[in-house]
């Protein structure tokens, strides 16, 4: 048969007057229409991905931070091998509740006018401990001078807590936030650029410079509350140092910046100064910056992580055991820190939250 006939006879089998020429023509069209919308997508998605294989998809869901573990530490460790000569970052501002203007209208009270203010704000510490919450809108920016004056070592160890304890409780909040964002980010399929450019934010503030999610992680992370009013008392006498008095200092913290507080009775060969801050609260910023990425403190922050896995909270009796490169006295200085806070039951105020003033803060806690 001629190639010119088979064509025909495809087209018209049953001949040129058959009555079902018609109905085999539909049924043909019919099936090639069937055939067409069938293998359409499968050409689509192969032609697609084709085109785009270079897309990257984020998917950290389910993450294990634990395969990341052994390598991010040994880069931790390389990374702060050099000492900090300078820790001006690590005392620099940021911006989380709208801090721009710290300090600058800020006024120092006195011891009276500060106890006033708590006995009308109805702030004392046996409520806090019952409760476990606190006002965060007692923050005092500066220390009271007369603070040093007042004879009664309860008395003044009393006005020391309500002072720094809202300030310490805050800065903690507002790293809980951020954890909570974190993992927040961390059960998304996709990042969103918003996301991204939070998390380059963190990377930047807890000085992680290889992008490893299990740093960020472990450092990312609060401080005990009964460890730092420890700390602060410890370091500034309970308030009456002169790095407390006149630079907002509560954690005796150095620097080399040009700015800070050159000891008394420091070796004149030492260049080393104690860093001076707008408001108290800068300088419980900077304390909490501090533990969380020097390296002289990351057996503290390994500790921290094993008790928040396996506790999911903090023992700062545990804890103070890895401090003992924060003064020179070492074990000594640990000691010191266990017995302030056993002797003023600080771990009382270790699970003290904020006050909610409003049903937003309330549904953000």
Known sequence: MKKKNKIKFFLNPLGKDNQFISLYRTLLSSILIIFFFYVSPIVSKIAKNLITTNKIVVNYSGITFDQYAKSSIEKEINEDKKKFNKLKNIFADIDFFNTDSEGNNSSRLSAITIEQLFKDTNYDLNKVRDTKMVNIGNSID????????????????????????????????????????LFSILNKNVLSNQDKIWLDEKFKQYGVKNESLFLLKNRMDEIPISLAIAQAAKETGWGTSRFAQDGNALFGQWTWDNDGMKPANVDSTSNHKVARFKVLKASVRAYQRNLNTHSSYMMFRKERSIQRDNEGKLDSLKLVNYLDKYAEIGEEYIKTLKLIINQNSLTDFDDVNILPTSKKLKKII
């Open 142 to 181: 500066h220390l009271p001078k007369e603070i040093k004056n007042i004879e009664n070592v309860k008395k003044r160890k009393k006005l020391f807590i309500q002072i720094v304890l809202p300030l310490i409780v805050e800065e903690n909040m507002k790293i809980r936030l951020d954890r909570k964002k």
